[in-house]
C-alpha cells in the first residue's frame, strides 16, 4: 500500500510539474510572440519614416516662389538679433465640431494667416541676427496618435498630406521671411524632442534644414531633448517642455523649486555657467507665455501657434494663439508677443 501511495504521488507531482513548465512554455510563448509583433509594428512605422523621409528629402512645395503680398515701408530698426520662438505648431491638428468653443478650423489658410501676422510685424526691418527656433510639436500626430502612443488625436489627414502641408507652409513661412527682413545671417535651431511630433517631427526638421541650407540659412537640428546656444553673452537651453518617451511630467508654465534645481543641477553637469552669462530656460507645450526668474536664469514659456483643442478647450479654457520673439542688443534682451 506504501509502495501505491508512493507511485500515486510521485505521478501527481509529475503532473504538477508538467502542467507548470507548459505553463512557462505558453507564457514565453506569448511573450515571444508579442515581442514579435511589437517588433514588426516599429519596423512597419520605420519603413513608413524612411519612405516619408526619402520623400521629403526631394520635395519641391508649390509655394516655395510665392511672394507676400502686403507692401510695408522699409523702416530700419535698431534690433542686432531677433529670435522667434515658433513653438506648438501642430500641423495637421483636426478640432471636431460641437466642442465646448466653436473652434476654428485649423487648415492651410488659417495656418497661413497666422504665419502672415508674424511676418508682417517684422516686414522692412533689418538685424544682424535673425535666429527662428523651433521648440517641437510641429506636427500634431503620427499614425493617428501622438508619437508617444496611446493617445488617440482626431484628424483628418494621412501622415503623408500632413507632411507635405508641413512643408508648404514652413517653406512659405522662411523664403518670404528672408525676403521681407534683412539680415546679416539666418539661423535656424530645432530641439531634437516632444511628445506629439516625437522622431517623427524631428526627421521632418531635419529635412527642412537642408531645404534651408540651399537658401543661405545656417541650421542645426538637435538630437537631445534639451540644448542650448549662444548669442554674445546671453546663453539659451532650449526644449520642448516633455520629451518623446521618457519624461513621466511636463515643466510647469512657471518656474517652481524643482524645476529651478532640475535646471540649476542641469548647467552644472553641463558646465553652462561660465563667463558671467545671462541664461535663459526657453520651452514650449503648455501653449501659454510666461516669464519667471530664478537664481540663475530666467524661465520662459513661449505661447504656441496652434493654441486650442478641443481637449485643452475642455479642460483648460480656450488658449488663444501666439507666438514669441526676443530683440536683443547689446545686454539688453525684450520678449514680445504676436497673436490676434
Same mark, same amino acid.
Given at each position: 500500500v506504501?509502495?501505491?501511495f508512493?507511485?500515486t504521488?510521485?505521478?501527481h /507531482? ?12 505558453? &507564457? ?7 515581442l ?6 516599429? /519596423? ?5 519614416? &524612411? ?5 521629403l528629402?526631394t520635395? &519641391? ?5 510665392e511672394?507676400?503680398?502686403?507692401? =510695408?515701408s /522699409?523702416?530700419i530698426s535698431?534690433e542686432?538679433t531677433?529670435?522667434i ?28 494667416r497666422?504665419?502672415?501676422k ?5 516686414a ?7 535666429i527662428?527656433?523651433d521648440?517641437?510639436?510641429s506636427?500634431?500626430?503620427y ?6 502612443g496611446?493617445h488617440?488625436?482626431? !484628424?483628418?489627414? $494621412?501622415?503623408?498630406?500632413?507632411s507635405h502641408?508641413?512643408?508648404d507652409?514652413m517653406?512659405?513661412?522662411?523664403? *518670404?521671411?528672408k *525676403?521681407?527682413?534683412?539680415? /546679416?545671417s ?5 530641439v ?12 521632418l526638421?531635419?529635412?527642412?534644414? =537642408?531645404k ?7 541650421t ?9 546656444f549662444?548669442?554674445? *553673452?546671453?546663453r ?5 517642455g516633455k520629451d ?11 518656474? @517652481?523649486?524643482q ?5 540649476a !543641477?542641469?548647467?552644472?553637469? #553641463?558646465k553652462l !555657467?561660465? !563667463?558671467?552669462? #545671462?541664461?535663459y %530656460?526657453? #520651452? ?7 516669464y ?8 520662459v514659456? %513661449? ?6 483643442? @478641443?481637449?485643452i478647450?475642455a479642460?483648460?479654457? @480656450? $488658449? ?6 526676443? @530683440?536683443?542688443?547689446? &545686454? *539688453?534682451i525684450t520678449?514680445?508677443?504676436i497673436?490676434?
Amino acid at each position: 500500500v506504501h509502495c501505491t501511495f508512493c507511485a500515486t504521488l510521485r505521478l501527481h /507531482n509529475q503532473y504538477k510539474e508538467n502542467n507548470v513548465l507548459r505553463r512557462i512554455e505558453k &507564457d514565453q510563448l506569448t511573450e515571444a510572440n508579442r515581442l514579435i509583433n511589437k517588433l514588426a509594428q516599429e /519596423n512597419q512605422k520605420l519603413s513608413k519614416v &524612411d519612405s516619408l523621409f526619402e520623400h521629403l528629402l526631394t520635395y &519641391d512645395s508649390k509655394f516655395k516662389n510665392e511672394k507676400f503680398t502686403k507692401q =510695408y515701408s /522699409n523702416q530700419i530698426s535698431k534690433e542686432e538679433t531677433l529670435i522667434i520662438w515658433l513653438s506648438d505648431l501642430h500641423i495637421g491638428a483636426y478640432n471636431e465640431k460641437f466642442g465646448f468653443y466653436q473652434l476654428p478650423n485649423y487648415d492651410q489658410k488659417e495656418i497661413r494667416r497666422r504665419l502672415d501676422k508674424i511676418l508682417s510685424t517684422f516686414a522692412g526691418q533689418s538685424y544682424h541676427n535673425i535666429i527662428i527656433v523651433d521648440l517641437g510639436d510641429s506636427i500634431d500626430q503620427y499614425n493617428k496618435e501622438t508619437t508617444r502612443g496611446g493617445h488617440l488625436l482626431p !484628424n483628418n489627414m $494621412t501622415d503623408k498630406e500632413m507632411s507635405h502641408l508641413y512643408f508648404d507652409c514652413m517653406e512659405y513661412f522662411f523664403n *518670404n521671411l528672408k *525676403n521681407l527682413v534683412s539680415s /546679416n545671417s539666418y539661423f535656424y535651431f530645432s530641439v531634437g524632442e516632444s511628445n506629439h511630433s516625437g522622431n517623427f517631427g524631428w526627421a521632418l526638421n531635419l529635412a527642412l534644414s =537642408y531645404k534651408l541650407q540651399q537658401n543661405g540659412w545656417k541650421t542645426y537640428v538637435s538630437d537631445y531633448p534639451i540644448d542650448d546656444f549662444t548669442v554674445d *553673452n546671453m546663453r539659451f537651453i532650449c526644449t520642448h517642455g516633455k520629451d518623446n518617451q521618457n519624461q513621466s511630467k511636463q515643466f510647469p508654465l512657471t518656474l @517652481n523649486p524643482q524645476t529651478e534645481l532640475y535646471f540649476a !543641477n542641469y548647467i552644472a553637469e #553641463k558646465k553652462l !555657467n561660465h !563667463n558671467n552669462e #545671462k541664461i535663459y %530656460v526657453v #520651452k514650449g507645450d503648455l501653449h501659454q507665455y510666461a516669464y519667471t526668474s530664478g537664481k540663475q536664469f530666467d524661465y520662459v514659456s %513661449v505661447g504656441s501657434m496652434y493654441a486650442t483643442s @478641443n481637449y485643452i478647450a475642455a479642460n483648460f479654457g @480656450n $488658449t488663444p494663439w501666439s507666438i514669441n520673439y526676443s @530683440n536683443i542688443i547689446g &545686454d *539688453n534682451i525684450t520678449f514680445g508677443k504676436i497673436g490676434d
